[in-house]
């Protein structure tokens, strides 16, 4: 199995609803993260988890928490979000090694609209 | 600041033609250097990386890479109108840390 999936593929949420991202990999990958794009940008990190431990907050806002159950799974979960939110998030993974990673495996991403 | 500086272009060949793209990056302590691409409205796929000076080759496509210089290139041979997409450079650095920094990219239009 080489794929990240991601649930749901679209998700329109209003600004005080609470909902969550989901993610999954089976590639034996310790490394798991999440990214926000917005269009015609490239990939804006937030979150790193390393062995299931939170590694990196990239002074992420609140309304957005992370977590990682276990070494397979990564949840983003939102809540009070802005319209400015609006942006394809993806999760990713990759193995890491001492020279860094071999790179990422992203998933196919939730494309998230605020109204 | 680490950077990693892309022409967003469009680069438009024609089919067949050899797509050239480049990237250079600030950090001259920089180790792992990786091509992403990305079609319009979907997600980013791990074409190539490359962590020593001189070309990689896979298939179509050519890595290059030149420390000394600060840049890494993509050649693209014979170029197919499904290769348009957007091609994301992206470096990690010295440090210790694995997360890479991208740059904006590169559009790539390749018509028949």
């Known amino acids: 199995d080489t794929e990240v999936t991601q649930t749901p593929k679209h998700l329109v949420m209003g600004m005080t609803n609470k909902k969550s991202l989901k993610c999954e990999q089976h590639?034996?990958?310790?490394?798991m993260y999440w990214y926000k794009q917005k269009a015609k940008k490239p990939p804006e990190l937030m979150f790193v988890?390393?062995?299931?431990?939170?590694?990196i907050n990239e002074s992420v806002p609140s309304r957005f928490s992370p977590e990682c159950p276990n070494s397979s799974l990564l949840n983003l979960h939102l809540h009070a979000l802005q319209p400015e939110d609006s942006a394809l998030y993806l999760c990713?993974?990759?193995?890491?090694?001492?020279?860094?990673?071999?790179?990422?495996?992203f998933g196919s991403g939730t494309r998230l609209t605020v109204v | 600041q680490k950077e990693v500086e892309q022409n967003s272009g469009p680069l438009s060949v024609p089919e067949g033609a050899i797509a050239s793209l480049n990237c250079t990056y600030s950090?001259?302590?920089?180790?792992?250097f990786f091509w992403y691409r990305q079609y319009s409205g979907k997600s980013p796929e791990l074409i190539m990386f490359?962590?020593?000076?001189g070309d990689k080759e896979d298939g179509r496509f050519t890595a290059q890479l030149n420390k000394a210089s600060q840049y890494v290139s993509l050649l693209i041979r014979d170029s197919q109108p499904s290769d348009s997409a957007t091609y994301l450079c992206?470096?990690?650095?010295?440090?210790?840390?694995?997360?890479?920094?991208f740059g904006r990219g590169t559009s790539l239009i390749v018509h028949p």
């Open positions: 950090d001259r302590g920089s180790q792992s």
């Open positions: 490359i962590y020593s000076n």
């Open positions: 992206a470096v990690t650095s010295s440090g210790g840390s694995y997360i890479p920094t």
């Open positions: 988890y390393s062995y299931e431990k939170l590694s």
């Open positions: 990713a993974s990759s193995q890491v090694a001492d020279r860094g990673t071999y790179g990422y495996t």
């Open positions: 590639m034996g990958h310790r490394a």
